[in-house]
């Protein structure tokens, strides 16, 4: 070794007599949080979304949307399956598409799919662009599917973008939840939905005023999961006991004997009023609920690798 020169011994003495602090600094630091969602990211996309406009059902707006909504899946490494299928609707029969993004886990035969809708409701009386309901779901499922494509997990996730969730007159059994009705029947007819150990359904979850319901129309012991991680990590008061009953794109799931919940916020607004109206705008929609619903969502998958549900 070198012996310093003299003019350099003061700056290793201060190097040296620090170097105490910078190791108990090290021991002391926080871990990584292995929940983290950046919901910044996600507000970014919800905002690109709502950059397209109005984006109902077989509009050039939505095909956009999906396009763009593809390329960013790809552009995060995941394999993107496209579900081509026609709609019968009370307007007619309408051409969609599903996507799903597939992340494979080292047990193939179990499956977990994060699922929400990317269209918007068919308004014609004035302009609805759908920031929360339609474009959070969106926005949330992309920057999921790019946190998890990275990280090592047993289960296969599906992260999957419904198209026609929305009715296109009013809401019956058959004039809503299009895409989640024919990818049921899909996976029935080729037999892979019996894979499906469980489904966890996102939609309206960008209210800045976040509060979640317990849904009762979901599977009881995938929603004690998902309410006991929100507890778990301090969302008490974002996510609420209080009972209601919701239809959305988990019944068909469930009425097909999939575990299913859906994670929702319809409470959007004072007494519901921004809720399908052209109140439903960016600016009352929050990243710090993206991110907290995010790190639920990303605390229970942690759960399920290791629940006896799903396995």
Known sequence: MRKPSAGKLPALILVFSLMPIFLASA????????????GGHAFADLQHLVAFGPRPVGSSALESSLAWIIGQLQKAGCKVVQDHFVGTTPVGNIPMVNLIAELPGTEPNHIV?????????????????????????????????????????????????????????????TDSTYGSRH???????????????AMILVDMIGDAQLDIHWDQNSTAWLNKIIFREADRLGYSSYFLRSPVAIDDDHIPFVQAGVSAADVIDLDYGPDNSYWHTAQDIVQHCSPSSLTIVGRVVKATLDKLENSPHVQ
């Open 113 to 173: 799919m994060i699922a929400g809708h990317y269209d918007t409701k068919l308004e014609k009386s004035f302009r609805f662009v759908g920031a929360n309901d339609g474009g959070s779901s969106a926005a949330f499922l992309l920057e999921l599917a790019r946190e998890l494509r990275p990280t090592r997990h047993k289960l296969t996730y599906w992260i999957v973008f419904f198209d026609g969730e929305e009715a296109l007159q009013n809401w019956t059994d």
């Open 27 to 38: 021991q002391h630091a926080q871990p990584a949080d292995p929940y983290a969602f950046n």
């Open 183 to 197: 990818l049921v029947q899909k996976l029935t007819a080729n037999g892979t939905l019996s894979r499906i150990d």
